[in-house]
């Protein structure tokens, strides 16, 4: 599933462009092909296809892990989930296999949604409020500094890693960013996030930010087929690495379940609670 720094990269392509892709903003719709309904989850099909129909890109901006296309008048918010992916296409294009929603636009291109899985989802919306509302604050705003990210550890007694993949304590993380940032802060994916000192909160705050912006920096992680241009996943610290040495320590990375997820650690740099 793609993670902020992927997702960011995305908005950014769609917005400036890329390659041969002109920038999307600006362009209107004159006609919207929603290929698998399951995909939309509001409004209906019928409303979708009329509502969408001339409405203008002015902005592609994200939220966590969602897209956010602001239209004129409305926006439309989509979560790529586990194998969605989004670009501009010529309207010449055979349409692929697995496209799932096809935006015509008004200068021969159109905004094509693929989805091998069919996870991903989209939603048609007066207000992006009502979709994302339930979400926790962005690792990068200006706003969430060190003492705010500890306060909120202490008001959980949570192990970090599922702490940290839910989306309503922190938006935008998940496996990747997640392992690598605990690595970054040396502290063991299973520590009970009130058990956490002021000077480890402050650590891990730092590892997040850090992870995040090279993963920006570097287009985000390319290890699915579906995702194109990435190189973060050259510079991984523990993720996907098990069996290899740790860059810190040389201690073969172990892979481990936490909270039912993979979960990839260095046994040494990163000693379980009550071990350190």
């Known amino acids: 599933m793609p993670e902020l720094p992927e997702v960011e990269t995305i908005a950014a392509r769609?917005?400036?462009?890329?390659?041969?892709?002109?920038p999307l903003l600006g362009k209107t719709?004159?006609?919207a092909r929603l290929l698998w309904e399951r995909t939309l989850v509001t409004p209906g099909a019928e409303e979708f296809l009329a509502r969408i129909t001339n409405q203008r890109f002015r902005e592609v901006g994200r939220r966590g892990k969602f897209l956010i296309f602001t239209l004129s008048p409305d926006s439309l918010l989509l979560h790529l989930r586990m194998s969605g992916d989004i670009w501009l296409e010529p309207q010449t294009t055979e349409v692929a296999k697995h496209h799932r929603l096809l935006l015509e636009l008004d200068d021969g291109w159109r905004l094509a949604f693929n989805d091998a899985r069919k996870f991903g989802r989209l939603w048609l919306v007066a207000d992006p409020a009502t979709v994302l509302k339930d979400l926790g604050p962005e690792p990068l705003d200006a706003g969430f500094r060190p003492?705010?990210?500890?306060?909120?550890?202490?008001?959980s007694r949570r192990q970090l890693k599922p702490l940290l993949l839910d989306q309503s304590f922190l938006a935008g993380l998940g496996n990747i960013y997640t392992d690598e940032a605990l690595h970054m802060?040396?502290?063991?994916?299973?520590?009970l996030s009130d058990?956490?000192?002021?000077?480890?909160?402050?650590?891990?705050?730092h590892s997040i930010q850090e992870v995040v912006r090279e993963g920006i920096r570097r287009n985000g992680a390319s290890i699915d087929w579906v995702y194109r241009g990435g190189d973060f996943q050259n510079h991984f610290r523990v993720y996907q690495r098990t069996g290899q040495p740790c860059p810190v320590?040389?201690?073969?990375?172990?892979?481990?379940?936490?909270?039912?997820?993979g979960t990839h650690i260095c046994p040494l740099c990163q000693p379980e609670p009550g071990e350190g």
Request: with cysteine.
């Open 249 to 261: 320590c040389g201690t073969p990375i172990q892979r481990k379940v936490v909270g039912q997820r």
């Open 195 to 205: 058990a956490t000192s002021l000077a480890q909160a402050q650590k891990l705050w």
């Open 14 to 22: 769609l917005r400036l462009g890329s390659g041969d892709a002109p």
């Open 147 to 155: 003492n705010e990210f500890y306060r909120r550890l202490h008001a």
């Open 29 to 31: 719709i004159t006609r």
């Open 185 to 191: 802060a040396g502290l063991h994916p299973c520590t």
